[in-house]
């Protein structure tokens, strides 16, 4: 159980143009998602938080506009990379926190490797 | 943050040794915390957790100290195999109060045979 998806796995695309990244949680509910971003080794940096139904959190330094997210199900969040430049190439993360009592337990996605040409 | 000397970037160990990571967390208020690995190229995997009002926490072949006087996690490794190869993430959070975890800056574990 607990597992979390993330596709495509690995997307090449030019720069200027839009890149849509899903996670999904297959077999439990989450209605918290985060968003991570990881540069070669380096830790995981968080973008922002997802909850269901309403608008994302975003870190400081993060911009909303350029990182679209939207949670539009208790298993499904989207992180939209919008007019990327060779900079937004990085390894994007999800995970998902699983809404069962007494549990933090955040469960990631495979991640996925953007490049921008 | 991290103490000095305490956190090691790296670690290498011979096959069948056992293994210990160790961690600093920086926020006294963390109450739970999760160790991941996380291989080349994939995303981090659940090991292990503990809870603050635990010390110590037994898996397989795993086991996770927590020092809450010096703000310290350890993860232990026995019989570390090649397959453990990887790096290893310490995490903390808030129980339950739904924000995000926080990482450490992460060890890359290399097991030779």
């Known amino acids: 159980g607990a597992v979390v998806s993330q596709h495509p796995s690995r997307v090449i695309c030019k720069s200027g143009t839009s890149v849509k990244i899903e996670c999904r949680s297959l077999d439990f509910q989450a209605t918290t998602m985060f968003w991570y971003r990881q540069f070669p080794k380096q830790s995981l940096m968080l973008m922002a938080t997802?909850?269901?139904?309403?608008?994302?959190?975003?870190e400081q330094g993060v911009e909303k506009d350029k990182f679209l997210i939207n949670h539009a199900s208790l298993t499904l969040s989207t992180l939209t990379v919008t007019s990327a430049h060779p900079e937004d190439s990085s390894f994007y993360i999800c995970s998902a926190r699983w809404d069962r009592v007494n549990t933090d337990t955040q469960y990631f996605g495979p991640g996925t490797r953007l490049t921008v040409l | 943050g991290e103490s000095v000397g305490l956190h090691l970037p790296t670690l290498s160990v011979q096959e069948g040794d056992n293994s210990i990571i160790n961690c600093a967390y920086s926020?006294?208020?963390?109450?739970?915390f999760i160790w991941y690995k996380q291989e080349s190229g994939k995303g981090p995997q659940f090991i292990i957790d503990?809870?603050?009002?635990?010390d110590k926490r037994q898996g397989q072949r795993v086991t996770v100290l927590l020092n809450k006087t010096v703000k310290h996690l350890s993860l232990q490794i026995a019989a570390t195999q090649p397959g453990d190869s990887a790096v290893y993430f310490c995490a903390e959070n808030i129980n339950q109060a739904g924000t995000a975890l926080i990482f450490g800056k992460g060890t890359t574990l290399s097991v030779s045979s």
């Open positions: 926020n006294s208020a963390s109450d739970y």
């Open positions: 997802s909850n269901e139904g309403s608008k994302a959190t975003y």
């Open positions: 503990i809870r603050s009002n635990m």
